[in-house]
């Protein structure tokens, strides 16, 4: 506990926002792509360099994204805000009476959600963790309630490599590494990566199952070693209330009318079966198949646009950073990408690796660089041009390339508070009571992922 307390200390006093982050990384690339770099004959290196960051900026596929990567954030928290997943919970709760059987019961249910959309299983774990708090509180038994928060924030170790993961789900899109790889070679580049190769292939789902075994059961472990006590907590409801208005008039009565909400979303539903049955066959799963489907099932959930409007607005506040930060990120990726940044690094990864340490160096740098840049779609728009240009050199799998630097970035969120900002409010807790539990998880996450890509 004495070096997560210092850690913890470290933090406080030297890690900035993660806005100034974003604005402290552009800087430093621009100042490396003055110094390694040489500019065209005509005009200045620094307004050349200064250009590539504003295109990359306003890079209109790359801003595409960002929205993509909104909507799988704020959908999941409509999901979640759901009476009938408030009723899931709810039910979920009445089985604890200790931390030991919370933390299994947490960490499971968190992992299991998170693989299917990493926004749901966020707000998931959270009001899980909250709601165990409660029940505690009402009948009288103690819990360690920082352990139990850590259990609910573990899904943010495992999204990455699940369905909403950013890098597969992009690279399952057509086209998009070829546009994504603008500036360097695409030879031997396919048009896509299927989910078959990637997210539901053989060695990533026995990866899963091992976490999803050994996770819980190391909470659990650690639960009967530590002490619990009595837990205060406000109780309170994050449901939309329902009007009580009977005097609805005109539009008004569309907005509360079950009717219309849930037909519109099955109407959607069924727009969804046809447009994407193919792509759902084939296992490319892509971020526009993931939202269009979440879309219809939360108007259908929350059963009338007034509840699902109403949760939108309590969603969309966890938003914020990847509205402002994404863009700047993605001007660090035209820097890197216009001056040859990108493939002078990829050229030293080749000196340096061999086709069986890349995976194993793409991942530690995937973890570090997760640090300084909390997205794991921010990464890949900087990171991913590296790897994949890396892999095609060394002879490495492409899948196997993609899903290194996603363990390598979900792993660091054991240590990076950033996606543990939503769980903190909701909670109640502070990062300094989640953060010894979230490290050491991550030092046992991470040895699973390296043996498994060095099995592979």
């Known amino acids: 506990m004495k070096i997560t307390r210092t850690i913890e200390v470290l933090f406080n006093k030297y890690l900035p926002s993660p806005f100034a982050i974003a604005v402290l990384l552009s800087v430093l690339t621009i100042l490396l792509a003055l110094l390694f770099t040489d ?30 990567m909104m909507l799988i954030l704020v959908l999941g928290h409509i999901l979640v805000l759901s009476r009938p997943m408030h009723s899931l919970i709810k039910s979920l709760t009445n089985l604890v009476n200790s931390t030991a059987n919370a933390v299994l019961l947490v960490s499971t249910t968190t992992m299991l959600v998170s693989f299917f959309n990493w926004g749901l299983g966020l707000i998931f774990g959270a009001i899980m963790a909250r709601k165990v708090a409660e029940a505690a ?24 490599g699940g369905i909403s993961g950013s890098a597969p789900s992009k690279v399952a899109e ?20 299927p989910y078959s190769q990637t997210v539901f292939s053989t060695f990533n789902l026995i990866v899963f199952a091992v976490l999803l075994l050994v996770i819980p059961l190391f909470l659990y472990w650690i639960a009967r070693k530590t002490s619990a006590q009595t837990q205060h907590v406000k109780i309170e409801s994050y449901l939309n209330p329902i009007s009580k208005d009977k005097n609805l ?11 219309v909400g849930i037909g519109f979303g099955l109407l959607l539903l069924i727009a969804f079966v046809y447009q994407y049955a193919g792509s759902i066959k084939a ?3 892509t971020p526009n198949l993931l939202n269009f489907f979440m879309l219809g099932l939360a108007l259908i959930l929350h059963g009338n646009f007034h509840s699902f ?24 990726m035209g820097i890197m990408r216009e001056s040859g940044m990108v493939v002078d690094i ?89 953060l010894p539990y979230t490290l050491l998880l991550m030092f046992l996450g991470s040895c699973i992922f390296l043996i498994g890509l060095m099995l592979w």
């Open 174 to 193: 057509s086209g998009h590494l070829a546009s994504f790889m603008t500036g360097i070679s695409t030879q031997n580049l396919p048009d896509l990566i």
């Open 309 to 332: 409007l109403k949760a939108l607005q309590e969603a969309i506040k966890g938003t914020s950073g990847i509205l402002i930060q994404f863009p700047l990120y993605f001007g660090i």
């Open 39 to 68: 500019g065209s004959q005509e005009g200045s290196h620094f307004l050349e360099i200064l250009s590539f960051w504003e295109s990359g900026v306003w890079n209109n596929s790359l801003l595409v994204f960002a929205y993509q």
């Open 249 to 259: 008039k005109g539009a008004e009565r569309m907005d509360h009318s079950n009717i």
């Open 346 to 434: 990829s050229n030293f990864f080749v000196s340096v690796a061999t086709e069986t340490t890349l995976p194993i160096y793409t991942f530690f740098s995937a973890g570090l660089v997760n640090i300084f840049v909390p997205s794991g779609g921010g990464q890949w728009a900087v990171q991913g041009p590296i790897v994949v240009d890396s892999a095609l050199q060394l002879g490495v799998p492409l899948p196997k390339a993609v899903l290194a630097l996603a363990y390598g970035d979900q792993v660091t969120n054991m240590l990076q508070p950033f996606w543990a900002l939503p769980l903190l409010g909701i909670t109640k807790l502070k990062a300094k009571e989640i």
């Open 283 to 285: 296992l490319a799963i």
């Open 137 to 160: 509180q009402e009948r009288g038994f103690k819990i360690n309630y920082p352990l139990i928060g850590a259990s609910g924030y573990v899904g943010l170790m495992i999204w990455h």
